[in-house]
Protein backbone atom coordinates (compact mmCIF):
# COMPACT_ATOMS: atom_id res chain seq x y z
CA UNK A 1 0.00 0.00 0.00
CA UNK A 2 1.14 3.36 -1.02
CA UNK A 3 0.66 4.86 2.47
CA UNK A 4 3.59 2.99 4.07
CA UNK A 5 6.42 4.11 0.96
CA UNK A 6 4.76 7.74 1.83
CA UNK A 7 5.45 7.50 5.71
CA UNK A 8 8.92 6.23 5.03
CA UNK A 9 10.03 9.30 2.73
CA UNK A 10 8.36 11.63 5.26
CA UNK A 11 10.10 9.84 8.21
CA UNK A 12 13.67 10.60 5.93
CA UNK A 13 13.02 14.16 5.07
CA UNK A 14 12.35 14.63 9.02
CA UNK A 15 15.50 12.68 9.93
CA UNK A 16 17.61 14.80 6.91
CA UNK A 17 16.08 17.64 7.62
CA UNK A 18 18.20 19.16 10.80
CA UNK A 19 21.62 18.03 8.85
CA UNK A 20 20.44 19.76 5.91
CA UNK A 21 20.18 22.94 8.13
CA UNK A 22 24.07 23.33 7.60
CA UNK A 23 23.63 23.33 4.00
CA UNK A 24 21.02 25.52 3.51
CA UNK A 25 21.54 28.75 1.52
CA UNK A 26 17.88 29.74 0.37
CA UNK A 27 16.32 31.86 3.10
CA UNK A 28 12.77 30.08 2.65
CA UNK A 29 14.34 26.51 3.42
CA UNK A 30 15.92 27.87 6.17
CA UNK A 31 12.56 28.92 7.51
CA UNK A 32 11.21 25.92 6.61
CA UNK A 33 13.66 23.89 8.63
CA UNK A 34 14.11 25.43 11.24
CA UNK A 35 10.31 26.25 11.89
CA UNK A 36 9.85 22.89 12.78
CA UNK A 37 12.41 22.88 15.65
CA UNK A 38 10.35 24.71 17.48
CA UNK A 39 8.54 23.62 20.59
CA UNK A 40 4.85 24.22 20.36
CA UNK A 41 3.32 24.88 23.59
CA UNK A 42 0.41 22.63 25.59
CA UNK A 43 -2.25 25.06 25.53
CA UNK A 44 -4.84 24.54 28.32
CA UNK A 45 -8.35 23.08 27.64
CA UNK A 46 -10.79 24.80 25.69
CA UNK A 47 -14.43 24.14 24.97
CA UNK A 48 -14.36 26.67 21.79
CA UNK A 49 -11.01 26.18 20.23
CA UNK A 50 -10.99 26.14 16.30
CA UNK A 51 -7.31 24.82 14.75
CA UNK A 52 -6.91 26.45 11.06
CA UNK A 53 -4.32 24.64 8.74
CA UNK A 54 -3.04 26.75 5.87
CA UNK A 55 -0.84 25.28 3.13
CA UNK A 56 0.42 29.23 2.43
CA UNK A 57 -0.71 32.64 2.61
CA UNK A 58 -3.57 31.94 -0.79
CA UNK A 59 -4.97 29.53 2.37
CA UNK A 60 -4.58 31.92 4.88
CA UNK A 61 -6.88 34.76 2.74
CA UNK A 62 -9.59 32.22 2.32
CA UNK A 63 -9.47 31.25 6.38
CA UNK A 64 -9.58 34.66 7.31
CA UNK A 65 -13.37 36.14 6.79
CA UNK A 66 -14.28 32.57 8.76
CA UNK A 67 -11.66 33.28 11.70
CA UNK A 68 -13.09 36.56 11.57
CA UNK A 69 -16.83 35.62 11.82
CA UNK A 70 -16.11 32.84 14.47
CA UNK A 71 -14.65 35.69 17.07
CA UNK A 72 -17.76 38.02 16.28
CA UNK A 73 -20.09 35.58 17.28
CA UNK A 74 -17.79 33.58 19.51
CA UNK A 75 -16.44 35.84 21.89
CA UNK A 76 -14.55 32.66 24.02
CA UNK A 77 -13.59 30.94 20.51
CA UNK A 78 -9.70 30.36 20.15
CA UNK A 79 -8.06 30.41 17.55
CA UNK A 80 -4.74 28.30 16.69
CA UNK A 81 -3.48 28.53 13.20
CA UNK A 82 -0.64 26.26 11.19
CA UNK A 83 1.81 27.07 8.16
CA UNK A 84 3.19 24.56 6.19
CA UNK A 85 5.06 27.30 4.13
CA UNK A 86 7.70 29.86 5.22
CA UNK A 87 6.02 32.68 3.10
CA UNK A 88 2.82 32.41 5.21
CA UNK A 89 3.69 31.72 8.76
CA UNK A 90 6.15 34.58 8.17
CA UNK A 91 4.07 37.71 7.41
CA UNK A 92 1.47 36.28 9.52
CA UNK A 93 2.99 34.60 12.78
CA UNK A 94 1.78 38.13 14.79
CA UNK A 95 -1.73 37.83 13.32
CA UNK A 96 -4.04 39.69 16.11
CA UNK A 97 -7.18 37.37 16.19
CA UNK A 98 -4.67 33.91 16.57
CA UNK A 99 -4.07 32.52 20.21
CA UNK A 100 -1.20 30.29 18.37
CA UNK A 101 0.41 30.47 14.92
CA UNK A 102 2.57 27.57 14.22
CA UNK A 103 4.40 25.64 11.27
CA UNK A 104 3.00 22.29 10.83
CA UNK A 105 5.20 19.36 11.64
CA UNK A 106 5.39 16.55 9.09
CA UNK A 107 2.82 13.85 8.64
CA UNK A 108 3.81 10.89 10.65
CA UNK A 109 1.70 8.96 13.09
CA UNK A 110 3.88 10.55 16.23
CA UNK A 111 3.67 13.92 15.20
CA UNK A 112 0.04 13.67 14.53
CA UNK A 113 -0.79 12.32 18.08
CA UNK A 114 1.55 14.87 19.75
CA UNK A 115 -0.09 17.46 17.99
CA UNK A 116 -3.44 17.03 18.60
CA UNK A 117 -2.66 16.67 22.50
CA UNK A 118 -0.67 19.42 22.29
CA UNK A 119 -3.50 22.28 20.84
CA UNK A 120 -6.58 20.14 22.07
CA UNK A 121 -8.59 21.45 19.38
CA UNK A 122 -12.23 21.10 19.10
CA UNK A 123 -13.05 21.69 15.71
CA UNK A 124 -10.46 21.54 12.88
CA UNK A 125 -10.48 23.26 9.40
CA UNK A 126 -8.03 22.70 6.48
CA UNK A 127 -8.24 24.90 3.16
CA UNK A 128 -8.57 24.06 -0.10
CA UNK A 129 -7.49 20.89 -0.85
CA UNK A 130 -5.52 19.57 2.38
CA UNK A 131 -5.18 16.73 2.70
CA UNK A 132 -2.61 14.70 5.61
CA UNK A 133 -3.28 11.16 6.17
CA UNK A 134 -1.76 10.51 9.34
CA UNK A 135 -2.89 14.21 10.60
CA UNK A 136 -6.00 13.16 9.67
CA UNK A 137 -6.32 9.80 10.20
CA UNK A 138 -5.84 10.89 14.51
CA UNK A 139 -8.47 13.62 14.52
CA UNK A 140 -11.12 10.78 12.58
CA UNK A 141 -10.21 8.60 15.23
CA UNK A 142 -10.39 10.99 17.89
CA UNK A 143 -14.04 11.85 16.85
CA UNK A 144 -12.52 15.64 16.34
CA UNK A 145 -14.81 17.34 13.82
CA UNK A 146 -12.78 18.33 10.70
CA UNK A 147 -14.17 20.51 7.59
CA UNK A 148 -12.10 20.78 4.27
CA UNK A 149 -13.51 24.57 3.05
CA UNK A 150 -13.33 26.31 -0.34
CA UNK A 151 -12.07 23.32 -1.86
CA UNK A 152 -11.44 22.47 -5.20
CA UNK A 153 -11.09 19.03 -7.09
CA UNK A 154 -10.45 18.30 -10.55
CA UNK A 155 -10.52 14.61 -12.36
CA UNK A 156 -7.33 14.38 -13.40
CA UNK A 157 -5.54 14.54 -9.47
CA UNK A 158 -3.82 12.08 -7.69
CA UNK A 159 -6.34 11.52 -5.52
CA UNK A 160 -8.77 9.71 -7.96
CA UNK A 161 -6.56 7.77 -9.92
CA UNK A 162 -6.11 4.18 -8.40
CA UNK A 163 -2.78 4.71 -6.44
CA UNK A 164 -4.15 8.06 -4.86
CA UNK A 165 -7.71 5.67 -3.39
CA UNK A 166 -5.99 5.48 -0.11
CA UNK A 167 -6.18 9.48 0.25
CA UNK A 168 -9.44 9.27 -1.21
CA UNK A 169 -10.76 7.47 1.32
CA UNK A 170 -10.36 10.19 3.95
CA UNK A 171 -13.01 12.09 2.12
CA UNK A 172 -15.93 10.78 3.45
CA UNK A 173 -14.90 10.99 6.90
CA UNK A 174 -14.94 14.81 6.93
CA UNK A 175 -17.82 16.50 9.08
CA UNK A 176 -18.84 18.20 5.79
CA UNK A 177 -16.79 19.42 2.51
CA UNK A 178 -17.31 22.82 1.86
CA UNK A 179 -17.03 23.09 -2.35
CA UNK A 180 -16.04 25.90 -4.34
CA UNK A 181 -17.15 25.71 -7.68
CA UNK A 182 -20.16 23.75 -9.31
CA UNK A 183 -17.55 21.51 -11.48
CA UNK A 184 -15.54 20.50 -8.33
CA UNK A 185 -19.13 19.23 -6.66
CA UNK A 186 -20.54 17.66 -9.57
CA UNK A 187 -17.32 15.57 -9.34
CA UNK A 188 -17.28 14.58 -5.57
CA UNK A 189 -21.16 13.71 -5.78
CA UNK A 190 -20.38 11.43 -9.09
CA UNK A 191 -18.23 9.77 -6.44
CA UNK A 192 -21.23 8.64 -4.52
CA UNK A 193 -19.73 11.73 -1.40
CA UNK A 194 -22.85 12.77 0.57
CA UNK A 195 -21.02 14.88 3.41
CA UNK A 196 -20.47 17.69 0.61
CA UNK A 197 -22.19 20.69 0.05
CA UNK A 198 -21.40 23.47 -2.66
CA UNK A 199 -20.96 27.19 -0.96
CA UNK A 200 -18.89 29.31 -2.70
CA UNK A 201 -15.36 30.67 -2.31
CA UNK A 202 -15.24 32.79 1.45
CA UNK A 203 -12.43 34.99 -0.21
CA UNK A 204 -15.36 36.85 -1.61
CA UNK A 205 -16.46 37.47 1.38
CA UNK A 206 -12.88 38.82 2.04
CA UNK A 207 -12.26 41.21 -1.12
CA UNK A 208 -15.77 42.70 -0.81
CA UNK A 209 -14.58 43.63 3.17
CA UNK A 210 -11.13 45.44 2.07
CA UNK A 211 -12.84 47.11 -0.90
CA UNK A 212 -15.42 48.74 1.79
CA UNK A 213 -12.32 50.00 3.85
CA UNK A 214 -10.49 51.68 1.57
CA UNK A 215 -6.37 53.00 2.78
CA UNK A 216 -5.84 55.73 0.45
CA UNK A 217 -2.09 55.95 -0.62
CA UNK A 218 -0.59 59.33 -1.40
CA UNK A 219 2.07 58.14 -3.08
CA UNK A 220 0.12 56.17 -5.64
CA UNK A 221 -2.40 58.98 -6.19
CA UNK A 222 0.55 61.62 -6.82
CA UNK A 223 1.79 58.94 -9.09
CA UNK A 224 -1.43 58.17 -11.53
CA UNK A 225 -2.48 61.71 -11.19
CA UNK A 226 -6.02 61.32 -13.35
CA UNK A 227 -4.16 58.90 -15.61
CA UNK A 228 -4.96 55.80 -17.02
CA UNK A 229 -3.14 52.88 -14.12
CA UNK A 230 -2.34 49.25 -15.60
CA UNK A 231 -1.51 47.76 -12.41
CA UNK A 232 0.58 44.79 -12.67
CA UNK A 233 -0.40 42.36 -9.88
CA UNK A 234 2.19 39.48 -8.24
CA UNK A 235 3.81 39.92 -11.39
CA UNK A 236 6.67 37.35 -12.63
CA UNK A 237 9.19 38.04 -14.92
CA UNK A 238 7.01 37.13 -18.20
CA UNK A 239 4.36 39.94 -17.51
CA UNK A 240 7.37 42.52 -16.95
CA UNK A 241 8.77 41.71 -20.43
CA UNK A 242 5.52 41.54 -22.05
CA UNK A 243 4.88 45.03 -21.17
CA UNK A 244 8.15 46.38 -21.42
CA UNK A 245 7.88 45.44 -24.76
CA UNK A 246 4.74 47.05 -25.26
CA UNK A 247 6.03 49.96 -24.02
CA UNK A 248 9.06 49.85 -26.25
CA UNK A 249 7.08 49.59 -29.51
CA UNK A 250 4.54 52.73 -28.33
CA UNK A 251 7.22 54.76 -27.42
CA UNK A 252 4.83 58.08 -26.15
CA UNK A 253 3.44 56.52 -23.26
CA UNK A 254 -0.02 58.59 -22.34
CA UNK A 255 -0.64 56.24 -19.27
CA UNK A 256 0.91 55.05 -15.93
CA UNK A 257 1.78 51.74 -14.98
CA UNK A 258 2.44 50.24 -11.74
CA UNK A 259 4.86 47.19 -11.19
CA UNK A 260 4.02 45.04 -8.02
CA UNK A 261 6.58 42.20 -8.52
CA UNK A 262 5.76 38.54 -7.08
CA UNK A 263 8.99 38.61 -5.87
CA UNK A 264 9.64 41.90 -3.67
CA UNK A 265 13.13 41.56 -2.72
CA UNK A 266 15.85 43.95 -3.35
CA UNK A 267 17.81 42.02 -5.92
CA UNK A 268 14.38 41.45 -7.81
CA UNK A 269 13.58 45.04 -7.48
CA UNK A 270 16.83 46.52 -8.59
CA UNK A 271 16.85 44.25 -11.57
CA UNK A 272 13.80 45.52 -12.47
CA UNK A 273 13.85 49.32 -12.12
CA UNK A 274 17.24 48.42 -14.71
CA UNK A 275 15.17 47.17 -17.05
CA UNK A 276 12.45 49.60 -16.99
CA UNK A 277 15.21 52.91 -16.49
CA UNK A 278 14.80 54.09 -20.38
CA UNK A 279 11.05 54.94 -18.72
CA UNK A 280 12.98 56.65 -15.88
CA UNK A 281 10.54 54.33 -13.54
CA UNK A 282 10.80 55.19 -9.84
CA UNK A 283 10.81 52.85 -6.63
CA UNK A 284 7.70 53.35 -4.57
CA UNK A 285 9.98 53.76 -1.40
CA UNK A 286 12.00 55.98 -2.96
CA UNK A 287 9.62 57.84 -4.70
CA UNK A 288 10.24 61.70 -6.08
CA UNK A 289 6.83 63.95 -6.87
CA UNK A 290 9.48 66.39 -8.74
CA UNK A 291 10.90 63.95 -11.19
CA UNK A 292 8.57 63.10 -14.22
CA UNK A 293 7.97 59.52 -14.47
CA UNK A 294 5.24 56.86 -15.97
CA UNK A 295 6.76 53.94 -14.43
CA UNK A 296 6.26 53.14 -10.58
CA UNK A 297 7.67 49.58 -8.68
CA UNK A 298 6.08 48.73 -5.72
CA UNK A 299 9.04 47.40 -3.13
CA UNK A 300 6.86 46.76 -0.35
CA UNK A 301 4.69 44.51 0.91
CA UNK A 302 1.18 45.52 1.82
CA UNK A 303 -0.16 48.22 -0.40
CA UNK A 304 -1.33 46.09 -3.22
CA UNK A 305 -4.77 46.86 -2.09
CA UNK A 306 -4.41 50.09 -2.17
CA UNK A 307 -3.15 50.68 -5.20
CA UNK A 308 -5.92 48.42 -7.15
CA UNK A 309 -8.48 51.48 -5.80
CA UNK A 310 -6.45 53.21 -7.95
CA UNK A 311 -6.21 51.65 -10.98
CA UNK A 312 -8.38 51.09 -14.04
CA UNK A 313 -6.89 47.65 -15.49
CA UNK A 314 -4.99 44.85 -13.66
CA UNK A 315 -2.70 42.56 -14.85
CA UNK A 316 -2.32 39.69 -12.85
CA UNK A 317 0.79 37.49 -12.62
CA UNK A 318 1.14 33.68 -12.61
CA UNK A 319 -1.68 33.17 -15.71
CA UNK A 320 1.17 31.77 -17.97
CA UNK A 321 2.44 29.47 -15.72
CA UNK A 322 -0.51 27.90 -14.37
CA UNK A 323 0.33 29.94 -10.56
CA UNK A 324 -2.40 32.45 -11.02
CA UNK A 325 -2.47 35.05 -8.35
CA UNK A 326 -5.12 37.08 -6.65
CA UNK A 327 -7.70 37.90 -9.36
CA UNK A 328 -10.60 38.84 -6.77
CA UNK A 329 -8.95 41.85 -5.51
CA UNK A 330 -8.80 43.85 -8.36
CA UNK A 331 -12.07 42.93 -9.43
CA UNK A 332 -13.67 43.76 -6.26
CA UNK A 333 -12.22 47.48 -6.81
CA UNK A 334 -13.64 47.21 -10.40
CA UNK A 335 -10.67 46.48 -12.20
CA UNK A 336 -11.17 44.39 -15.47
CA UNK A 337 -8.86 41.42 -15.64
CA UNK A 338 -6.46 40.06 -17.88
CA UNK A 339 -3.70 37.01 -17.60
CA UNK A 340 -2.40 34.39 -19.20
CA UNK A 341 -4.45 31.25 -20.08
CA UNK A 342 -3.61 28.35 -17.75
CA UNK A 343 -6.56 28.78 -15.57
CA UNK A 344 -7.91 24.82 -15.05
CA UNK A 345 -6.74 25.02 -11.52
CA UNK A 346 -8.50 28.32 -10.64
CA UNK A 347 -12.41 28.19 -10.84
CA UNK A 348 -12.73 31.70 -9.92
CA UNK A 349 -10.51 33.00 -12.78
CA UNK A 350 -12.36 30.07 -15.21
CA UNK A 351 -16.13 31.87 -13.59
CA UNK A 352 -14.04 35.53 -14.03
CA UNK A 353 -13.62 34.56 -17.70
CA UNK A 354 -16.84 33.54 -18.52
CA UNK A 355 -18.80 36.34 -16.89
CA UNK A 356 -16.65 38.88 -19.26
CA UNK A 357 -14.83 40.33 -16.50
CA UNK A 358 -11.15 38.39 -17.31
CA UNK A 359 -9.93 38.52 -20.38
CA UNK A 360 -7.21 35.94 -21.37
CA UNK A 361 -4.23 37.14 -23.12
CA UNK A 362 -1.43 35.27 -24.91
CA UNK A 363 2.06 36.69 -25.97
CA UNK A 364 0.78 37.62 -29.62
CA UNK A 365 -2.40 39.09 -28.44
CA UNK A 366 -1.15 41.48 -25.38
CA UNK A 367 -0.56 44.29 -27.28
CA UNK A 368 -3.76 44.11 -29.16
CA UNK A 369 -5.76 43.48 -25.58
CA UNK A 370 -3.78 46.51 -24.19
CA UNK A 371 -4.94 48.78 -27.42
CA UNK A 372 -8.06 47.70 -26.77
CA UNK A 373 -8.76 48.97 -23.55
CA UNK A 374 -7.15 51.94 -23.36
CA UNK A 375 -9.52 53.26 -26.45
CA UNK A 376 -12.70 52.52 -24.01
CA UNK A 377 -14.48 55.88 -23.46
CA UNK A 378 -15.34 56.83 -19.61
CA UNK A 379 -18.61 55.07 -20.29
CA UNK A 380 -18.00 52.57 -21.12
CA UNK A 381 -15.12 52.10 -18.49
CA UNK A 382 -17.76 52.52 -15.83
CA UNK A 383 -20.18 50.16 -17.27
CA UNK A 384 -16.80 47.84 -17.06
CA UNK A 385 -16.11 48.60 -13.83
CA UNK A 386 -19.76 48.05 -12.20
CA UNK A 387 -19.79 44.30 -13.71
CA UNK A 388 -16.70 43.37 -11.67
CA UNK A 389 -18.12 44.89 -9.14
CA UNK A 390 -21.24 42.91 -9.56
CA UNK A 391 -19.19 39.71 -10.49
CA UNK A 392 -18.06 39.91 -6.72
CA UNK A 393 -20.95 40.83 -4.91
CA UNK A 394 -23.33 37.82 -6.51
CA UNK A 395 -20.55 35.42 -5.43
CA UNK A 396 -20.32 36.23 -2.31
CA UNK A 397 -21.86 34.72 1.18
CA UNK A 398 -19.71 31.06 1.41
CA UNK A 399 -18.25 32.77 5.00
CA UNK A 400 -21.94 32.87 6.66
CA UNK A 401 -22.97 29.63 5.09
CA UNK A 402 -20.04 27.34 6.31
CA UNK A 403 -19.82 29.92 9.84
CA UNK A 404 -23.39 28.42 10.85
CA UNK A 405 -22.41 25.01 10.18
CA UNK A 406 -19.24 24.49 11.80
CA UNK A 407 -19.38 26.83 14.89
CA UNK A 408 -19.04 25.61 18.62
CA UNK A 409 -22.18 27.84 20.21
Known amino acids: MIKYPYLFIVNLIEFILPMAL ?34 SLGEFEQAKPLIEALKRSELKASIVISFFSPSGYEQQKDYKLADLVIYLPLDTPKNAKKIIELLQPNVVVFIKYEIWYFLLKALFNKKIPVYLISATFRPNQFIFSIWGRWLFNLLPQYSNIFIQDITSYNLLKSKELNNILLTGDTRFDRVLENSKNVITNDIIEKFKINKFLIILGSSWEIEEDLIFNYLLLKKRIDFKVLIAPHNAGELNIQSILKKFEVFKAQQYTKFDESKETNILILDTIGHLASAYYYGNLAFIGGGFTGALHNILEPLSFGLLVITGQNLSKFPEATLAEKEGVLSVVSSLNFNQQIDRFLALDIKNQKLLNNQAKDFILKNTGATGKVADIIKIS
Not at 23 to 39: C, E, H, P, T, Y
Open 22 to 55: FFAKNKKVIAFIKGRQLVIPKLQKHTNRYWFHCA
